[in-house]
């Protein structure tokens, strides 16, 4: 009987920014576990995780990398040199209208309502203008916890080489 080993890999994304963290893990787990370096393994080094922005991330601010003229890839906010000029002070990152307009609750209204028939209720204020806002539409870590418990969150998610192969290792001959 040959004994395999299998490695798991639980990565919660509640709270993804898109870093590819999870997929860093999973490329430099997978090759050094013994009995995994096999044919093939080559596609499991460069397997990523399917992750995507969601509402609280910047909307219309644009990332990533871009393919230039000879082929090769380099970050959208230029070259090595260009990165290094812009440590201190960067003018491409996303601003405030970018993401959601920063909001509080109305807690006062909560603690010196009067007493009346109907319930009072805490109304979000614009931290920026402190003008009454009517209806929130995003905001920080707005998809957080969709699962409730932290088994059942639906997005954890692997690459799909990294999926294959894992299932392909616990399956038992029949």
Same mark, same amino acid.
């Given at each position: 009987? *040959?004994?395999?080993?299998?490695?798991?890999?639980?990565?919660n994304?509640? *709270?993804?920014?898109?870093?590819?963290?999870?997929?860093?893990t999973c490329?430099?787990?997978?090759?050094?576990?013994?009995?995994?370096?096999t044919?093939?393994?080559t596609?499991w080094?460069?397997?990523r995780?399917s992750?995507?922005?969601?509402?609280?991330?910047?909307e219309?601010?644009?990332?990533?990398?871009?393919? *230039?003229?000879?082929?090769?890839?380099?970050?959208?906010?230029g070259?090595? #040199?260009?990165l290094l000029?812009k440590?201190f002070?960067?003018?491409?990152?996303?601003?405030i209208?970018?993401?959601?307009?920063?909001?509080?609750?109305?807690y006062?209204?909560?603690?010196? #309502?009067?007493?009346?028939?109907?319930?009072?209720?805490?109304?979000?204020?614009?931290?920026?203008?402190?003008?009454?806002?009517?209806?929130?539409?995003?905001?920080?870590?707005?998809?957080?916890?969709?699962?409730?418990?932290?088994?059942?969150?639906?997005?954890?998610?692997?690459?799909?080489?990294?999926?294959?192969?894992?299932? #392909?290792s616990s399956?038992t001959?029949?």
């Amino acid at each position: 009987m *040959k004994i395999r080993s299998q490695v798991g890999m639980v990565l919660n994304l509640d *709270k993804c920014i898109g870093c590819h963290t999870c997929s860093v893990t999973c490329k430099t787990s997978g090759p050094a576990v013994k009995g995994w370096n096999t044919p093939g393994s080559t596609t499991w080094k460069v397997s990523r995780a399917s992750v995507s922005r969601t509402t609280g991330k910047p909307e219309k601010w644009k990332g990533g990398w871009i393919r *230039k003229i000879n082929g090769k890839l380099q970050p959208r906010m230029g070259n090595r #040199a260009m990165l290094l000029g812009k440590i201190f002070a960067n003018p491409h990152l996303p601003g405030i209208d970018d993401y959601y307009e920063p909001f509080d609750y109305d807690y006062q209204n909560l603690h010196n #309502a009067p007493e009346s028939k109907h319930q009072p209720i805490a109304r979000p204020r614009s931290l920026i203008t402190g003008q009454r806002m009517d209806k929130i539409t995003s905001g920080p870590n707005w998809e957080e916890i969709l699962g409730g418990e932290f088994e059942n969150a639906p997005k954890i998610r692997t690459s799909t080489t990294c999926r294959r192969r894992c299932t #392909a290792s616990s399956k038992t001959p029949s």
